[in-house]
Structures are given as structure tokens and as C-alpha cells.
């Protein structure tokens, strides 16, 4: 799977204060692009193996366990996520959730897999991640969506609409 708009758009979205939490890290090909970009790095995957951890940069940080026991046991903030472990929608959505009550005022969630090339099956290497973006749209109106068809798999920016926020405050 290809996730090589990542560093570009992390570049452009993120200040060098920032701290980027990447979600399934695999062998660490997006998150050593995104380490030098950024204050703090913070990796979770629940297969640690998949990672040389003699590569790991002196601001990054490695939580070796499964996503759900990594938002009962950190409490930081974050100014970018990037949703890539487990492709299951309701998994996605859990991980969305627990990005989004931690995302800074103006950060940024970036979520993998939603416009895989493939038919819309729910049993392909990107599962059925896709329908997070409608489970957005439907259920967050103070969010702005942007879905793109990247690589062939797809790729979501996601962060609070600010001229919502405003007029309705
Ligand atoms: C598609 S790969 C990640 C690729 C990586 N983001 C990149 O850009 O190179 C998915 C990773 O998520 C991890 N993973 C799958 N389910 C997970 C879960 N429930 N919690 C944590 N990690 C998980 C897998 O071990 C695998 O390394």
C-alpha cells in the first residue's frame, strides 16, 4: 500500500512544534519520512516486529500494542494523526473517535484506505475503512471532509471547519 502523499501534506499542514501520531506503522515507511518533519513522533502497532527499533529518532516514541489499548493508556494531544492499523470500519471508527477527542484546535486526521481502486468489498486489503467517510459526513457537521483518490487506496484529510464553528457561535 502506498502512503506517499503523507510527509508532503504533513509538510504543508503541520508547524515543526507538531506532534504527529501515526496509527499502524508496518515497517515504518511513512513514519521515518514524517519523524524529521515534526517535534514529536508517536508509533503504535500491535506487531512490533514489522519495525527496526535501533531506527527509532531520539523524538519519537513506539507503543507496541493494539490501537484501542494505546487510547486507554495515552492521554496527550496531538496535532496530526494518521489512521493506518486495522482496515475494519468499526475499528476505523474507534480510532477516528479517540484522533478527533484528542486533535488539537487546528490539527489535522489524515485516514488511509477510503477509495480503494478495487470494487467496494468489505474483504480486500482495505476492508471496508471506506465507510468512515460517510460516518463523517453524517455524523460530524463541525468537520470538513476531503477525500481523494491517491495511490490505490485512497486517502482522507479531515479537520474542524472553522467558518461552521464561528457562525454558529
Ligand atoms: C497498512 S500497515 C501500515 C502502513 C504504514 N502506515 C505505512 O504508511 O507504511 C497496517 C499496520 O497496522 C498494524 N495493525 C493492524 N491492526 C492493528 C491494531 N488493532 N492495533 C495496532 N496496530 C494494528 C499492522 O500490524 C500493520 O503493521
Known sequence: ?????????????????????????????????????????????????????????????????????????????????????????????????GALSRLNQHGVILLHDTDPLQPLIDNGPCGDAYKIVDYIRQNHPELQIVNLPADSCGLAIVRRNELRSRSES
Open 1 to 97: 500500500m502506498e502512503t506517499r502523499l503523507v510527509p508532503p501534506i504533513v509538510h504543508e499542514l503541520a508547524t515543526p512544534d507538531a506532534v504527529y501520531v501515526e496509527l499502524g506503522v508496518q515497517e515504518g515507511f511513512t513514519f521515518d519520512l514524517v519523524c524529521p518533519l515534526v517535534r514529536q513522533a508517536i508509533a503504535v502497532d500491535c506487531c512490533p516486529g514489522h519495525y527496526d527499533m535501533s531506527k527509532l529518532p531520539s523524538n519519537a516514541q513506539f507503543f507496541a500494542c493494539s490501537t484501542d489499548d494505546f487510547w486507554s493508556q495515552w492521554s496527550g494531544k496531538a496535532d496530526v494523526f494518521f489512521i493506518d492499523a486495522c482496515h475494519e470500519f468499526e475499528h476505523v471508527r474507534r480510532d477516528f473517535e
